[in-house]
Structure formats: C-alpha cells, structure tokens
C-alpha cells in the first residue's frame, strides 16, 4: 500500500496534484522552455506545483563537513534572543549531541523557547535519560510516532534535519546529530560525507511552517506563525520543497523533475540511497538525449548495502540511455542534492528511493543562485576525483552472484 492511501486509510488528509503538473509532464514541459533553468517559466512552473512562493532576499552558507556545519550551528544556538526550531531524524546522546544538549539548555536558561522534535525509530537508540535531562532544562521535547501509538503510524516516519533560529536563519540537508556527520574524534574515514544549507532571510519563515506541521502532529503546542512578507533584492531565491506522508512527495517528485527537464548541459545528481522508479530512468534518459550530461554520484561505501544492491538493479537502463554513474570510495556518502547548470541547487534530506517519497517527512531548498550552483558544481567534481565510474562494457561482466543481489533487491525496493 502506497503511503499516500495508508495515510488516507488512517484519516490524514492529504492533497491531490494535477495530472497535467505529474512528474512525467512537467519533465516535458520544462524541457521545452527558451532559456532552460534561467528561463522565468521555471520559477513559474515550480510555484504552481508547490502552491508556494519563491523568496528572494536570502543568503545562503553550503557546508561538505559535519564540523563546520555544527560549529554554525551552535553558534547560531548561542547567539538566539527568542525562539529555537529544532527537528532531526536521528539526535544521539554521542559527543556531538551532548553538545547541543548543553547549547539548548543554556539557551532556556537565557529565556528563549525551545522546541525539539525527533524521530522516533531513527533516535531509537538514545537513551531516556537524554530527553529527561533535555525536559528538565526546559526544552519541550516530542517523539514523531513513537513505538506506544497507533501501530498505522509506525511505518511513517521524519526524515527532516531543520533548525531554525529567531524566524531568520534556517538550517537543512542531509546530516543528522551524530559523531559520524562530523567529529574530529572520528577518523577520517568514518565521518560520513554530507551537505547542509543555512539560509538567513525570509525563507526561514517558511521553515517554521515546516516545522510547525509536524510539531503539532506529535501533539505540540500550536504555536503562532506568520507566513514571510515578499522580499526581494540581492541574495538567492529559495523555494521550499517539503512533503510528509500523504501530503507532498507528488509535488516534491515533480518539482526535481522539473529542474531536471529544464537542464540543457548539465544534470549532477548526487545521493545516498538509489532505489528509483523506473520512471525516474526515463526522466534522466530524455534529459541525455537533450544532451544534457547526466552523472549521478552514489555510494561506494554505505550503511545500508540493500539498498546499494537495489540501486544496482537499476545501473543496466541508466548506462544504456547513457547516464553516467560513479560510486564514491572515501567514506560513507549521505548527501542529497542536485546542481543542475550551475544556476539551480537542492540540498536537503529526500533521497531517490521509495521511502523518500511514500513514507517520510522531508524537506529540501531549491536554491536559485549562481554562486551557490558554481560553489555545488566544484564540490561535486571534487567528490568525483575519488570516485570510480562505472561503465557499461564492466558492469554487464560482473559476477552472477552479484547479478542476483541486485535482481533480488530491486524487487525490494518499495519496501526499502
């Protein structure tokens, strides 16, 4: 059962997106606007999707390392005068989360609000002792489904990594609150490669509303909200691209195909969990017969191997519409983005696989900036310099054992 309809079985009201605005066709109608990603069809087409205005006046900070992008982070924290957001799929009671531990609660004790929303079965492994010593400094704290609800709920579950801090500076990406997304008492090779946005501006304001959905869902205090004035100016144009189950993932899928369709030289995809529709094949092969050069970053290395087998399953079609595809050896890869022409960015939590878009909450910016996309397109060639590409001519002589993996996987990968 789609997560779309168990969530309707379950009485979560969701939303029905045109036919004319699916995936499919608006990859065909961004494909034939005039000037492809710069052309204002886009933004146009993007806001009709999402029902949602694209606002300018934003700056934006991309982060590669866990780090640095915590470091901003708790500055941020430390520096708060009101209200603190934050929402996190995993938040371990490792160094790394200890460390916000310490930021949230002195944060309470300079009199802002806190409030702090994780997932349940990703943070299964925090102890209680950790959101105790948390409610006990002040920090409301609530658990996205947890394991004593209602058992429809269980298979749904929040991705999202948000923070936001006073209304003006929102955080999202792919990295969790844990040692392994950037601690330096981690070697090398098991810091997980990642990427986080921060954006100060109106788009903050749009990540409140993010928030809120699923604050109040967990059964937290309806707390007001004011939607971001029009803002326009220097800076980059965001469009917030978020969904949770049975409300979204149609739009967010439509939106990335979008951007896709409307590349003309180059579409670089890079993910940590593949495990596609196989429309999302046919999406990438049209944009190569555009003559786009398409080129899709995945794991070498991952936590998750089944999924990495799935993906697999998958590398025969996209080879042979002439994608190209590499598989990224340092570490474990995590990140999700797309840099498409060096003009459109994304950078958030959905992957391209099942769970993405039937089951999870996510969120992701759709960045309009040609500093942010130039910034994306270096690191992305970065990253390839220690990739392997994989060929076609090697991958059809890989073992049957391999082989059968993969068949074996794909066939799980709705349930992934």
Same mark, same amino acid.
């Given at each position: 059962?789609?997560?779309?309809?168990?969530?309707?079985?379950?009485?979560?009201?969701?939303?029905?997106?045109?036919?004319?605005?699916?995936?499919?066709?608006?990859?065909?109608?961004?494909?034939? +606007?005039?000037?492809?990603? /710069?052309?204002?069809?886009?933004?146009?087409?993007?806001?009709?999707?999402?029902?949602?205005?694209?606002?300018?006046?934003?700056?934006?900070?991309?982060?590669?390392?866990?780090?640095?992008?915590?470091?901003?982070?708790? /500055?941020?924290?430390?520096?708060?005068?009101?209200?603190?957001?934050?929402?996190?799929?995993?938040?371990?009671?490792?160094? *790394?989360?200890?460390?916000?531990?310490?930021?949230?609660?002195?944060?309470?004790?300079?009199?802002?609000?806190?409030?702090?929303?994780?997932?349940?079965?990703?943070?299964?492994?925090?102890?209680?002792?950790?959101?105790?010593?948390?409610?006990?400094?002040?920090?409301?704290?609530?658990?996205?489904?947890?394991?004593?609800?209602?058992?429809?709920?269980?298979?749904?579950?929040?991705?999202?990594?948000?923070?936001?801090?006073?209304?003006?500076?929102?955080?999202?990406?792919?990295?969790?609150?844990?040692?392994?997304?950037?601690?330096?008492?981690?070697?090398?090779?098991?810091?997980?490669?990642?990427?986080?946005?921060?954006?100060?501006?109106?788009?903050?304001?749009?990540?409140?509303?993010?928030?809120?959905?699923?604050?109040?869902?967990?059964?937290?205090?309806?707390?007001?909200?004011?939607?971001?004035?029009?803002?326009?100016?220097?800076?980059?144009?965001?469009?917030?691209?978020?969904?949770?189950?049975?409300?979204?993932?149609?739009?967010?899928?439509?939106?990335?195909?979008?951007?896709?369709?409307?590349?003309?030289?180059?579409?670089?995809?890079?993910?940590?969990?593949?495990?596609?529709?196989?429309?999302?094949?046919?999406? +990438?092969?049209? &944009?190569?017969?555009?003559?786009?050069?398409?080129?899709?970053?995945?794991?070498?290395?991952?936590?998750?191997?089944?999924?990495?087998? &799935?993906?697999?399953?998958?590398?025969?079609?996209?080879?042979?519409?002439?994608?190209?595809?590499?598989?990224?050896?340092?570490?474990?890869?995590?990140?999700?983005?797309?840099?498409?022409?060096?003009?459109?960015?994304?950078?958030?939590?959905?992957?391209?696989?099942?769970?993405?878009?039937?089951?999870?909450?996510?969120?992701?910016?759709?960045?309009? /900036?040609?500093?942010?996309?130039?910034?994306?397109?270096?690191?992305?060639?970065?990253?390839?310099? *220690?990739?392997?590409?994989?060929?076609?001519?090697?991958?059809?002589?890989?073992?049957?054992?391999?082989?059968?993996?993969?068949?074996?996987?794909?066939?799980?990968?709705?349930?992934?």
């Amino acid at each position: 059962m789609s997560g779309r309809r168990a969530m309707r079985r379950a009485g979560v009201p969701g939303t029905e997106l045109p036919r004319r605005l699916s995936a499919v066709r608006v990859g065909e109608i961004a494909g034939t +606007l005039a000037s492809g990603v /710069d052309d204002p069809g886009l933004e146009a087409l993007l806001a009709r999707i999402q029902r949602r205005r694209i606002l300018g006046g934003n700056r934006v900070r991309v982060f590669f390392q866990g780090e640095e992008a915590f470091a901003a982070m708790l /500055d941020d924290v430390a520096a708060a005068r009101q209200e603190i957001l934050l929402e996190s799929y995993i938040l371990k009671d490792d160094e *790394t989360g200890k460390r916000f531990e310490g930021a949230l609660a002195e944060a309470v004790r300079r009199g802002v609000v806190v409030r702090l929303l994780a997932d349940a079965f990703g943070s299964m492994a925090t102890r209680r002792a950790f959101w105790q010593a948390l409610e006990k400094a002040g920090v409301a704290v609530r658990l996205y489904h947890p394991f004593d609800g209602p058992l429809r709920f269980l298979p749904f579950r929040d991705h999202r990594k948000i923070l936001v801090v006073d209304r003006r500076i929102a955080y999202t990406g792919g990295m969790n609150i844990g040692d392994e997304y950037g601690s330096a008492i981690l070697p090398k090779e098991r810091v997980f490669r990642d990427t986080h946005a921060r954006v100060e501006g109106p788009t903050a304001e749009e990540m409140v509303a993010v928030f809120r959905g699923s604050w109040t869902a967990s059964g937290g205090d309806h707390f007001r909200f004011h939607p971001a004035g029009k803002a326009a100016g220097a800076g980059a144009r965001i469009l917030v691209l978020d969904s949770r189950p049975g409300r979204g993932a149609r739009e967010v899928s439509a939106s990335l195909a979008a951007v896709v369709g409307a590349s003309r030289r180059r579409m670089w995809m890079t993910t940590a969990y593949f495990a596609p529709r196989p429309r999302v094949c046919r999406v +990438l092969g049209r &944009a190569v017969a555009r003559g786009v050069d398409v080129r899709l970053l995945l794991p070498g290395r991952t936590d998750v191997q089944t999924v990495r087998h &799935a993906g697999h399953g998958f590398f025969a079609t996209l080879l042979s519409h002439g994608v190209r595809i590499f598989e990224y050896d340092p570490a474990v890869l995590h990140a999700k983005t797309i840099v498409a022409d060096g003009a459109v960015s994304v950078i958030g939590s959905s992957n391209i696989d099942f769970r993405s878009f039937e089951r999870n909450a996510e969120c992701n910016f759709a960045i309009f /900036d040609r500093g942010v996309g130039e910034l994306m397109e270096r690191q992305f060639e970065t990253d390839l310099s *220690t990739a392997t590409e994989i060929r076609r001519a090697g991958w059809h002589r890989r073992s049957w054992i391999h082989r059968l993996g993969d068949a074996a996987a794909r066939r799980l990968a709705p349930l992934l």
